[in-house]
């Protein structure tokens, strides 16, 4: 796995279907009743790891069975942009 920096971390967001988004609620559950409470991101960073212990045969099978989707965020309502108040500059007296 590669270094990482202890104490650094990254915010992310990213895209997935509904199956795999379940999954994680599944796993997590299943943890727990293993005794082990796990975060979604905690799992996420497991799986990761789990993935680089693969040999490079067996990681180019799994990824390639990962269904490509969509980025970006799904429609919906447009945010609507607040109207400015122009501020009006005082004349110096003269």
């Known amino acids: 796995m590669a270094k990482m920096i202890p104490g650094k971390v990254i915010r992310d967001s ?3 279907p509904l199956a795999d988004y379940a999954l994680i609620e599944i796993l997590k559950r299943r943890c727990i009743g293993l005794g082990v409470a796990m975060k979604k991101s905690e799992l996420l ?3 990761l790891g789990a993935l680089d ?3 490079d045969e067996q990681l180019t099978e799994v990824v390639a069975a990962v269904e490509s989707v969509k980025t ?3 429609p919906g309502k447009k945010k609507k942009k607040k109207k400015r108040k122009k ?3 005082k004349k110096a007296n003269l």
């Open 87 to 89: 501020k009006h500059k």
């Open 14 to 16: 990213f895209t997935m």
């Open 72 to 74: 970006g965020r799904p």
């Open 53 to 55: 212990r693969l040999p």
């Open 45 to 47: 960073r497991a799986g």
